[in-house]
């Protein structure tokens, strides 16, 4: 499948969750766990067990509002998950990219480099100064979609291994 009739098809994909491990090494900190990501349009669930140091973390939010519950069942609230991360941890992810990173996507912003592989899939993207690599891919019945993702800059590294089976649409 040609890449722009892959984008659409990746494009189309709204409503997903999945399961899967993510490690995160900082200059002063490196955190590892597991996170669970269900979005349905623009509104997201995200649970990371064990990592951040913290024990567990939920964040719900959507393109308005997005709220954290810690560990402890406190609750925060921000504009953007960017924003709520930076305030409650000193860094944030950009999750309003990720969206569509998870999926094997561009983000709307301008990307300055990409490459495809050989099946006209995302190999590596540079966008909002990270560099995504997509390392392997889960096929499906329909698509296929990433496995396994590394998401890097000069003072971050993340890696998001999705267990391929547990992507869900609907």
Known sequence: ?????????????????????????????????????????????????????????????????????????????????????????????PVSSLYYWVRGLPAPEPITTVHYDAFHRLAELDQEGWNIRYMSYYRLPVVELPQNIIFSRPDFFIELTIEGDSWQFG
């Open 1 to 93: 499948m040609a890449w722009p009739e892959r984008q659409q098809q990746l494009s189309e994909i709204k409503n997903w969750q999945f399961r899967g491990d993510i490690l995160i090494k900082m200059p002063q900190h490196k955190f590892s766990g597991s996170m669970y990501w269900q979005q349905e349009h623009d509104q997201y669930h995200m649970v990371f067990l064990g990592p951040l140091g913290i024990g567990s973390i939920r964040m719900d939010g959507s393109s308005d509002a997005v709220c954290l519950q810690d560990n402890d069942g406190k609750k925060y609230c921000a504009d953007s998950a960017e924003v709520l991360m930076q305030q409650q941890f000193g860094w944030s992810l």
